[in-house]
C-alpha cells in the first residue's frame, strides 16, 4: 500500500493539472501527420514529457515480468490493480486522450478535421465504449529480433511507445515493410535494403498504425541490450453502431 500512496503523491506533485499535460500532448498530436505508405501510421518522436516517462519506467522497473510460452519475451499486462503511475496514463493519456484523438483521425483520414480539441470531453462523449486488446511492457531481450508479421485483428490501431534500451540509451523502432509483400518467410535483414522504413533509435517514441491484411512489421536489427516497450491494442464502439 504504501508503494501506491507514494507514487500517488509524486503523480500529484508532478501532474497537479491533469488536462494541462493532455494539452501539452495534443500540441504534438496536431504537429504529426499521418504517413500513407507502407500502411497508414504516425511517428512523435520525444512524445512524453520526461517527467512521466521516468515515473512508468521507474513504476515498472520492480515489477514482475512473465513470459507465456517458450520463446516469448517477458511482459507485464496492465490491469485494475497495477501502480497508480500506470493506471493515470491508462485513464488520461489512453482514454481521454489517444484512443478519441486517434480514431477520429484514422476513421476519417483527414488530420485536420475534429483533431482540435481544447475540451478532450466533447470528443469523448461520442465514444459508447472503448477495449483494449492488451496493454503490456515487454522486455526485448539483447540480440532479440522480432520477425515481420501482421497481427491478426484488422478491426482495431496499435500504440508502441519506445523506452529505449533499460539504460536510458536509445534503441531501434520498429521496421515497417514497404512493397514487394510477397515470401514474406523468406524476407532477410538487409539493412540496405528499400523494402522497408524505420524512424531510428529513439528512447521515448510513439508509433501508432491501424491493423490491415498489409500491416507487416517487426524488428530486423538486433538489439545491441534490453529494450523496453509499451503495447497498446485498441478497439472502439460508437453508441450509433
Known sequence: ?????????????????????QIQLIEKLNDAHVVEEPFPHIFINNFLPNDLRDLLLNSVSELEFRKYYEGAVPVFHLTEKSPVPLLFFKNYILDDLLTPFFNSIFNDNDFKKNIELKNTSEK?????????????????????????????????????????????????TTDLLLYPQSNIDDYSADLNSKNYINYGPTNNGLLVFVNTPSSYHGLLSPLHKERLTLCVSAHYYYKNT
Open 1 to 21: 500500500m504504501e508503494f501506491y500512496e507514494f507514487n500517488q503523491s509524486k503523480i500529484e506533485a508532478i501532474f497537479p493539472d491533469p488536462k494541462y499535460l
Open 124 to 172: 469523448i462523449t461520442k465514444l459508447d465504449k472503448v477495449e483494449y486488446g492488451s496493454i503490456y511492457f515487454a522486455r526485448n531481450p539483447p540480440g532479440g529480433k522480432i520477425k515481420m508479421h501482421v497481427d491478426d485483428n484488422f478491426a482495431s490501431f496499435q500504440y508502441v511507445f519506445y523506452f529505449g534500451y533499460k539504460d536510458g540509451g536509445v534503441a531501434p
